[in-house]
């Protein structure tokens, strides 16, 4: 059976032979939104919980609107102008707003970038800048939360009266679910707030999971810091295959954010019936799979329908190569997955080294296979995980290793689809 997996922007096709594929994983099909302009507008009158922006926005001088980066495919050319319309009917105008990037640790967003991600017209006429994480000036030292995080947020973002993140809800390998309060932190933390958020005493934790809101103390935490900076109002969306929205959720922060991701809970799940053999998937294509930093979270969606000691062939174009200079040289000087893990607790966190335990913690119970164009081949050798040229090549070595009757799953998208085993 052939099968479209995303990757880059022109996908790839994986042929699984019939007798082996045990399922096929994705998202359940859902309507589109019609007018979704116009159902940003009626829900910015109507929110799900809390007051209407206009309401929010009476009487304040200032807005600052929060966006993802590049890697989310948030679609902003549709909510901005909305929230645009409502802040300038509040007496907020244009000249008043900030479109703060939230970037947490990765680069800053480059010209071109900003006007995929927000349209001409906003892009070079509304004051647009990025978070800089490590620039301890630009951030605001708001205190220290009850568990002991140390919460610095930028300084644009502190300023604002009236403080807006947009964003896109989809599970997420830590936080439980991307989108609401993680937009704030780690996307507008400064650096010594997003080492503590991702260090062993969160990512260790059996509640900091993909899907998990309940008993996920880094969900709890993130919580913790918007109160702390302030958030008055959130719109998320959630997508479908095909990247239409699907569903918007704009509102209160906590209420909006919930409704999110019960309606996006209910699309994404896809379960087996029993643990396989090997498992095929993808980081989700672009722009998720620019680099291998972010294709680890592919990895570790997958791995909950994997048998232990299974492998796990997973594709990812990464353009971009390795990732950030931090994350490149750990992944390509840590000479095995199971040594990396050992050696956490005896040395300080450092930027990055959350990703590459989340991938660790993967290959230290599974086969892990890569196949990708984009990172060097030099890079590629040095690496905890093993290559492939190709998906073709990659399966027929799984079926080599685990035999002729193994049991295949596919996941087309693989951190967008929240998978389990029937029953467990």
Not at 18 to 39: C, I, Q
Not at 79 to 99: C, H, K, W
Not at 377 to 403: C, I, N, W, Y
Request: proline share 7%; with cysteine; charged share 20%.
């Amino acid at each position: 059976m052939k099968i479209e997996m995303a990757y880059g922007k022109t996908g790839m096709t994986v042929d699984v032979p019939e007798k082996n594929l045990s399922a096929l994983l994705s998202m359940r099909a859902s309507a589109p939104v019609e007018d979704p302009e116009g159902a940003v507008t009626r829900l910015l009158r109507a929110p799900i919980g809390g007051k209407p922006l206009g309401e929010l926005a009476r009487g304040k001088r200032t807005a600052c609107i929060v966006v993802c980066d590049i890697t989310r495919p948030v679609p902003n050319r549709v909510i901005l102008p909305s929230l645009f319309n409502e802040l300038e009917r509040a007496g907020i105008t244009r000249d008043q707003v900030t479109i703060l990037v939230a970037t947490g640790l990765h680069r800053p967003s480059t010209p071109d970038e900003l006007v995929t991600m927000l349209g001409e017209e906003i892009a070079s006429t509304v004051r647009v800048v990025s978070h800089h994480a490590r620039e301890i000036g630009e951030q605001r030292f708001l205190g220290t939360t009850p568990q002991g995080t140390p919460v610095y947020v930028d300084e644009v973002y502190c300023a604002a009266d009236v403080k807006i993140t947009t964003g896109f809800i989809e599970p997420h390998l830590m936080a439980g679910f991307s989108g609401g309060r993680k937009l704030i932190a780690p996307g507008c933390a400064g650096e010594e707030t997003i080492k503590a958020l991702h260090s062993p005493r969160f990512i260790e934790h059996p509640g900091c999971r993909e899907g998990s809101i309940e008993g996920n103390p880094l969900h709890a935490e993130l919580l913790e810091i918007a109160r702390m900076a302030g958030h008055d109002l959130i719109v998320n969306v959630a997508l479908d295959a095909d990247r239409r929205i699907t569903g918007i959720f704009a509102g209160d922060p906590l209420a909006a954010h919930a409704a999110g991701v019960a309606h996006v809970r209910a699309a994404v799940t896809a379960q087996v019936p029993a643990p396989v053999d090997i498992v095929v998937t993808s980081a989700a294509g672009y722009p998720l799979d620019l680099t291998f930093y972010q294709t680890v979270k592919g990895m570790t969606a997958a791995a909950p329908v994997l048998k232990p000691g299974g492998t796990l062939i997973i594709a990812a174009e990464c353009t971009e190569g390795l990732g950030s200079p931090e994350f490149t040289e750990m992944a390509t000087t840590v000479r095995s997955a199971r040594a990396f893990l050992d050696g956490l607790q005896d040395r300080p966190v450092v930027i990055d080294q959350w990703q590459l335990e989340e991938c660790a913690k993967v290959a230290a119970v599974h086969d892990v296979v890569l196949v990708s164009g984009g990172i060097a081949r030099e890079q590629l050798q040095k690496l905890f995980v093993r290559s492939m040229p190709d998906l073709r090549t990659a399966l027929q070595d799984g079926l080599q290793r685990h035999g002729a009757d193994a049991r295949v799953a596919v996941i087309p998208r693989g951190p967008y689809t929240l998978v389990g085993v029937a029953g467990q």
